[in-house]
Structure formats: structure tokens, C-alpha cells
């Protein structure tokens, strides 16, 4: 049996472990110990498996061993379903593995249009920097991902819209896609998280 075997026998018997209401920590984490079968679902775009994970309480924001998430391999895999699965049971949209790349950077690599959008309707912060310093606009850029480009010029323009001082929470529209994003002026303090509210 190859890897590709193992895992896909894994998840399986993960999904059955989930209907049988199992304790989540019986399946959370592989053989190897590097991975959830979360993660596993959500790379090679298992959505029914995913679904069930989740049902049964599978910890959505849990890290490999590289400190990637579900939402990671969902959103470099291309997965749609899957993400928006994740954002809907609460799974963290912009955290960075030990690469410093965030979902939206692989989303906006992979040239994956509707994800990078979902994410940053979610509120995915759209200037973040992996561990070399580039940005999910960069490397949309350098992989030529046009509609990718022309989504995250206008995120990233909503972004720079904010006014020098004083705390505000922007809405806007552009291109058809809805952002918006909290400040403060101390650049040193992060974000406030909030959910997005639209007209």
C-alpha cells in the first residue's frame, strides 16, 4: 500500500469513527502524529469526509507539523466547498504556518478566484507577509493570476483607504467583492477581530 493509499485509508476510517460519535482525539490526529485526518479531507478534497469531521467535532484550527491548518490545504488545493465548511464552523481564515504563508497566500498562488474572495469577505487580512516578506498580491503576481490580481488590487486598496488617525471599521465594494476591516492608528496593535457586517 502506498502513502496516497494510507491516507485515503485513514481518512476513511476516520469518517466512520465520526458517525460513531468517537471521541474526537480517537481521530484527530494520524499514525505519524503530523496531521489530522482534517487535514487529510481537506487536501485531497474529501468534502463529505470533511463534513463528517466536523459534525463529530473534529478541532478545525489544529496544526501540523509545519503549523498549517485544514484551511490551508483546502485553500492551496482549491477546494471551495471545503473552505467555506471551515469559515462556517469557526476555523481561524488567517492564521500562517512556519512559511508565514496565510489560506489567502496559497489561494491567491493557486490562482484560486472565489476562495481568496470568500476568505477575504471573511475578513482575511489582505497585506499579510510570509517569513521572506511576500504578499498574497506578490504571489499572485508572480504566478500570473490575472482575476486573482484584479481581486486583491482592490482589497488592498480598501486596506490603504483608512484615514491616519482613529479607529474605524471600513465596508466597501469593489469589483463585486465586499470587504471590511478594523484599525486602530498604534501600528503595533493588531487588528481588533470582528464579523464583517454589510449593508
Excluded at 479531507?41 to 498549517?68: C, P, R
Excluded at 507577509?129 to 503576481?141: C, F, K, M, R, V
Excluded at 488592498?156 to 471590511?180: D, E, M, Q, S
Aim: net charge negative; proline share 5%; aromatic share 8%.
Amino acid at each position: 500500500m502506498n502513502e496516497y493509499d494510507q491516507s485515503e485509508a485513514s481518512i476513511h476510517r476516520s469518517m466512520q469513527q465520526a458517525r460513531m460519535n468517537t471521541r474526537p482525539e480517537d481521530y484527530s490526529v494520524n499514525s505519524q502524529g503530523s496531521c489530522t485526518a482534517l487535514h487529510m479531507a481537506a487536501e485531497q478534497g474529501h468534502t463529505a469526509v470533511a463534513v463528517a469531521l466536523v459534525d463529530a467535532g473534529s478541532d478545525v484550527s489544529a496544526k501540523d507539523k509545519l503549523g498549517n491548518t485544514a484551511m490551508h490545504e483546502a485553500a492551496r488545493g482549491g477546494h471551495y466547498d471545503i473552505v467555506t465548511l471551515l469559515l462556517r464552523a469557526g476555523a481561524d481564515y488567517d492564521e500562517a504556518g512556519q512559511d508565514g504563508y496565510t489560506p489567502l497566500h496559497l489561494a491567491c498562488r493557486e490562482g484560486c478566484y472565489d476562495i481568496a474572495r470568500s476568505l477575504l469577505e471573511a475578513g482575511a487580512f489582505p497585506t499579510s507577509q510570509s517569513a521572506s516578506g511576500e504578499t498574497p498580491l506578490e504571489l499572485a503576481q508572480a504566478a500570473k493570476q490575472t482575476e486573482v490580481i484584479r481581486l486583491m488590487l482592490g482589497a488592498v486598496a480598501v486596506y490603504n483607504a483608512r484615514k491616519p488617525t482613529g479607529y474605524k471599521i471600513l465596508n466597501c465594494t469593489i469589483f463585486g467583492c465586499k470587504f471590511a476591516w478594523s484599525f486602530h492608528d498604534d501600528p503595533k496593535t493588531t487588528r481588533t477581530p470582528h464579523t464583517p457586517r454589510f449593508p
